[in-house]
């Protein structure tokens, strides 16, 4: 059902936007990689260039592949280049009104059965829906940070959406080589339900001082395996993000217990979002963590 021949569109070219876009050109799509801001996309293309490199190092593709798959990669500022692609992916950041405005440009530009994936990680599939003539072809199409290495994709059925939509989201992320794990509309799904939720925890250990933030994440490392200690994760996620999931599990469920922890508040409040910006509960400006 996914037509390899028709690009694929990428609607934001961060972190995610990037990842996203170099998946699909390495399993042979072609993709257009829209961004409002020229800075955004050079970026997206110095960030996938290198990842490539990364891979070609290590063995996993060739020089030659790199280029390849560079080559099915297209950029511009122009949201009317991704008219008559058959399946879009949102990749704008969490905020209700730039994913709004951006879907209520698409009608304009697709046909009636064209696809679109939102990566929304807190936003309801069912409210973007309401901002979409056609909700009905709306689904999440949940991809996990780092694109290139997570496996998994989770993928949120709204309301609205149609089994066709589903079937060709399911159809195409497995053809990107990832596994999905469907689910309904509910904040956070089920991924960042149970993350986010801990992240906030750890970030009230260091607000109350319980202990540092080496300690927190060294912890979380040696104590349960995890690859990285929450603190890290956090700030690979980018701390705005993980404080708009806390804010929609909060909102959403009106339990108290995902209150978001003040010291994430301020944080993202100075500007201090974690490795986008450079700084976090990590400086990452000395090569520290
Ligand atoms: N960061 C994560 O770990 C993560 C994980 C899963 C899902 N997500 C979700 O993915 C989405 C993007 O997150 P991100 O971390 O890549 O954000 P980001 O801030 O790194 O990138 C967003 C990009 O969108 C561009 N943009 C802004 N307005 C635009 C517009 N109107 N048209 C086109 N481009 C526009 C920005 O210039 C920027 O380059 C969000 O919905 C987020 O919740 C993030």
Same mark, same amino acid.
């Given at each position: 059902?996914?037509d ?5 569109g990428?609607?934001g070219?961060?972190?995610?936007? @990037? ?8 399993? *042979?799509?072609?993709? &257009?990689? /829209?961004?409002?801001?020229p800075? *955004? ?6 960030? #996938? ?12 593709? $060739? ?5 390849? #798959?560079?080559?099915?990669?297209? $950029?511009t500022?122009?949201?009317?280049? #991704? +008219?008559g692609?058959k399946? &879009? ?9 730039? +994913? ?10 697709? @046909?009636?059965?064209?696809?679109v994936?939102s =990566?929304? @990680?807190?936003? @309801?599939? $069912? ?16 991809f996990? =940070?780092p ?8 993928? &949120? ?16 992320a ?5 596994t /999905? ?6 904040? !956070? ?9 801990? &992240?906030n925890?750890?970030i009230?250990?260091?607000y109350? *001082?319980?202990?540092? $933030?080496?300690? #927190?994440d ?21 701390l ?7 804010k929609?599990l909060y909102? !959403?469920f ?9 010291l ?5 409040d ?5 490795r986008k ?8 400006t000395? =090569?520290?963590?």
């Amino acid at each position: 059902m996914v037509d390899k021949h028709s690009p694929i569109g990428v609607i934001g070219a961060g972190q995610m936007g @990037s990842g996203i876009a170099q998946i699909c050109a390495a399993n *042979g799509y072609q993709v &257009i990689i /829209v961004d409002t801001l020229p800075d *955004g996309l050079n970026k997206a293309k110095s960030q #996938i260039t290198k990842s490539l490199e990364k891979f070609v190092h290590q063995g996993n593709i $060739t020089a030659v592949a790199k280029s390849e #798959i560079l080559a099915r990669m297209s $950029t511009t500022t122009e949201l009317e280049a #991704i +008219k008559g692609c058959k399946l &879009i992916i949102e990749a704008v950041p969490e905020s209700e009104s730039i +994913k709004k405005s951006i879907l209520s440009q698409l009608p304009a530009l697709l @046909s009636h059965d064209a696809v679109v994936c939102s =990566n929304t @990680s807190s936003l @309801s599939i $069912t409210q973007l829906g309401g901002f979409y003539t056609r909700p009905q072809k709306l689904v999440g199409l949940h991809f996990m =940070n780092p694109v290139p290495i997570m496996p998994l994709v989770e993928l &949120i059925r709204g309301l609205a959406t149609d089994d066709h939509a589903v079937e060709t989201a399911f159809e195409f992320a497995t053809s990107l080589g990832k596994t /999905v794990v469907e689910c309904h509309d509910s904040p !956070g799904f089920v991924v960042n339900r149970l993350l986010i939720p801990m &992240i906030n925890e750890a970030i009230f250990l260091l607000y109350e *001082g319980v202990a540092s $933030t080496e300690d #927190i994440d060294e912890a979380m490392r040696l104590g349960t395996s995890h690859p990285m200690g929450p603190l890290e994760l956090a700030d690979l996620i980018g701390l705005d993000t993980c404080l708009a999931i806390m804010k929609r599990l909060y909102e !959403g469920f009106h339990d108290p217990k995902y209150r978001p922890c003040p010291l994430l508040t301020q944080y993202v409040d100075a500007g201090l979002l974690g490795r986008k910006t450079q700084k976090g509960f990590y400086d990452y400006t000395v =090569n520290q963590a």
